[in-house]
């Protein structure tokens, strides 16, 4: 029996019905956005109607697809999706920062299994192409706590990532106990 999964459903399985996902926020809100503005354009000026329809949904996901292109991507072709195992710890909703510009709040569901920390985009980034990053424990070196215990930063291929203390505390080497006898 395999125990690694690829799809994105299969990867947040454990973590179903834990939070309202970021992605599902931001959908709503653009759809409700996009209603009250169009209502308002059709009253007021309904010959601009068309062009107000593309603005609102054109101009988020035009800003979601160059976040991917240039933050998002990068990352992806030097750490591309790798099977995650089906016991990795999930959780969803999770605060990452990318690099020194790429801060993602809320966005990313994370997963970690013994190999990979696995960084999955919510539903927006990945309508925009946005793929699963699979970071490898091993590239992340130099790992430290922050002024906020709830997160840490450590660095990849030079560059410095920050996230959750629970996935980044993973990669972080366990020193043995010193086995000292005093007789």
């Known amino acids: 029996m395999d125990d690694r999964v690829e799809s994105i459903p299969d990867r947040l399985a454990p973590a179903k019905g834990t939070a309202v996902s970021m ?30 329809i593309l603005l609102c949904i054109g101009s988020p996901l035009l800003a979601f697809w160059l976040i991917q292109m240039l933050g998002w991507r990068p990352w992806q072709r030097s ?16 605060s990452f920062q990318l690099g020194a510009w790429m801060r993602l709040n809320n966005c990313l569901h994370i997963a970690a299994d013994d190999e990979h920390l696995h960084l999955i985009p919510f539903c927006v980034l990945r309508w925009v192409g946005a793929g ?46 010193s086995t000292s006898e005093d007789d």
């Open 79 to 94: 750490f591309p999706a790798k099977p995650q195992h089906t016991d990795a710890v999930v959780r969803l909703n999770q």
């Open 23 to 52: 992605g599902v926020v931001i959908a709503v809100f653009l759809i409700v956005d996009t209603f009250v503005v169009v209502a308002l354009v059709s009253a007021l000026a309904p010959h601009a109607l068309l062009w107000v």
């Open 132 to 177: 699963v990053i699979s970071l490898p424990w091993i590239a992340v070196t130099d790992v430290k706590a922050t002024r906020w215990k709830s997160m840490m930063r450590g660095r990849v291929d030079g560059r410095t990532i920050s996230g959750p203390s629970w996935c980044l505390a993973l990669a972080t080497p366990i020193e043995p106990e």
